[in-house]
């Protein structure tokens, strides 16, 4: 029998799923504010609203940008699929 006593503790884990295709921005906008922002349950209730708002706030900032990096690097492979001669592709791509 094996046995190991330690005073390390772990942090929070968070899992994220998805049904038919990767995680929605809304998930990994969810996922990196987590990562991000703490907010301790020890904390005074005033403490803790601002710490929520601030989130929301850095939540907010993360889904934009994602949406523009997915944006302009749809557009990135469409170019690149148009200067193969893959028109029909990029067209496809772009509406996505």
Excluded: W
């Amino acid at each position: 029998m094996f046995s190991v006593n330690s005073d390390i503790t772990v942090g929070q884990v968070g899992v994220a799923t998805s049904d038919n295709g990767g995680l929605s921005n809304e998930q990994i906008s969810k996922l990196a504010t987590n990562k991000i922002v703490s907010i301790s349950e020890n904390a005074p209730e005033p403490i803790k609203q601002q710490a929520h708002i601030f989130a929301d706030n850095v939540r907010n900032v993360l889904h934009y940008y994602i949406e523009l990096a997915k944006k302009e690097e749809r557009a990135t492979i469409c170019h690149q699929l148009r200067e193969a001669g893959h028109k029909d592709l990029a067209e496809t791509i772009r509406r996505m």
